[in-house]
């Protein structure tokens, strides 16, 4: 199997949006509207992080063979700019709703289910695709990420089932949530080169391959909360293209903020 810049670009992304969104989640740690869903989202989060820690210790060794660069996972985490990430704009998004100017909202937890469901019930397809990689390496990762998705996925499902046909405030803002968030799925479906690059090497997939899927097991989910599919929109956000939403630099910066004060720190 030849590497080339494509498939490093491919892992890449797979990495930046497990990364980002595990970052996500992790800030409901201590926060949480209840102690179990407080350590619930601890773990997924840890999860998630996990997976990007082998998708960049696997672009590393991707990079070495293309460029002879040595690079490590920190590296691709704590050292590149915001627009080097080629992560989704959806994993990015705080955890409320659209605000306008310097206004501010407390993390409203309908709108972390429904990103966290939105986007596994994609992964969920993916990573399954992807255990058939050509690259055994990316294969054996997606064997493992395909068992914590699956959870991930059923905790999100039940919890926007339960928003949904709960009271009148929470299918209010389980609905709000799908509004505000559905339009950013239109990025994971987009025409993009470097998935039909991977895709004609066997290495990876095309999202847009999953979409049918996709679509159909969010409306079953939908059906039974019951919420209403928001209409289509045109807007394609780019953060997978390195054109990321006015959230990702504040990210970055808690994110980054101590290994970036004592570069090559040890602990």
């Given at each position: 199997?030849?590497?080339?810049?494509?498939?490093l670009?491919?892992?890449?992304?797979?990495?930046?949006?497990?990364?980002?969104?595990?970052?996500?989640?992790?800030?409901?740690?201590?926060?949480?509207?209840?102690?179990?869903?407080?350590?619930?989202?601890?773990?997924?989060?840890?999860?998630?992080?996990?997976?990007?820690?082998?998708?960049?210790?696997?672009?590393?060794?991707?990079?070495?063979?293309?460029?002879?660069?040595?690079k490590?996972?920190?590296?691709?985490?704590?050292?590149r700019?915001?627009?080097?990430?080629?992560?989704?704009?959806?994993?990015?998004?705080?955890?409320?709703?659209?605000l306008?100017?310097?206004?501010?909202?407390?993390?409203?937890?309908?709108?972390?289910?429904?990103?966290?469901?939105?986007?596994?019930?994609?992964?969920?397809?993916?990573?399954?695709?992807?255990?058939?990689?050509?690259?055994?390496?990316?294969?054996?990762?997606?064997?493992?990420?395909?068992?914590?998705t699956?959870?991930?996925?059923?905790?999100?499902?039940?919890?926007?089932?339960?928003?949904g046909?709960?009271?009148?405030?929470?299918?209010?803002?389980?609905q709000?949530?799908?509004?505000?968030?559905?339009?950013?799925?239109?990025?994971?479906?987009?025409?993009?080169?470097?998935?039909?690059?991977?895709?004609?090497?066997?290495?990876?997939?095309?999202?847009?391959?999953?979409?049918?899927?996709?679509?159909?097991?969010?409306?079953?989910?939908?059906?039974?909360?019951?919420?209403?599919?928001?209409?289509?929109?045109q807007?394609?956000?780019?953060?997978?293209?390195?054109?990321?939403?006015?959230?990702?630099?504040?990210?970055?910066?808690?994110?980054?903020?101590?290994?970036?004060?004592?570069?090559?720190?040890?602990?």
């Open positions: 199997m030849t590497t080339t810049p494509e498939h670009s491919y892992v890449l992304r797979l990495a930046d949006n497990a990364l980002i969104l595990g970052q996500r989640n992790a800030e409901w740690c201590g926060h949480g509207p209840v102690l179990e869903e407080d350590i619930a989202l601890a773990n997924m989060s840890l999860d998630l992080i996990g997976q990007a820690r082998m998708l960049y210790s696997h672009a590393a060794t991707l990079e070495q063979l293309l460029t002879g660069a040595k490590t996972e920190d590296d691709y985490a704590y050292f700019a915001e627009r080097e990430f080629a992560n989704y704009t959806l994993v990015e998004l705080p955890h409320r709703g659209p306008s100017g310097t206004a501010s909202s407390s993390r409203d937890y309908a709108v972390t289910i429904v990103r966290n469901y939105l986007y596994t019930a994609l992964m969920a397809h993916i990573w399954t695709a992807l255990e058939g990689s050509k690259d055994a390496q990316l294969a054996a990762i997606a064997s493992k990420a395909i068992k914590e699956r959870y991930q996925l059923q905790h999100a499902r039940e919890w926007l089932i339960r928003f046909d709960g009271t009148e405030e929470s299918h209010r803002r389980a709000a949530a799908l509004d505000h968030l559905m339009p950013y799925l239109r990025e994971c479906f987009a025409a993009d080169p470097i998935e039909d690059a991977v895709a004609a090497a066997g290495v990876g997939v095309r999202a847009a391959d999953f979409e049918a899927d996709w679509q159909r097991d969010v409306q079953a989910t939908l059906a039974e909360a019951p919420l209403t599919m928001p209409a289509p929109v807007h394609i956000t780019t953060g997978k293209l390195g054109e990321h939403s006015e959230h990702m630099g504040f990210l970055l910066a808690e994110m980054q903020s101590l290994a970036r004060q004592h570069p090559g720190a040890t602990w």
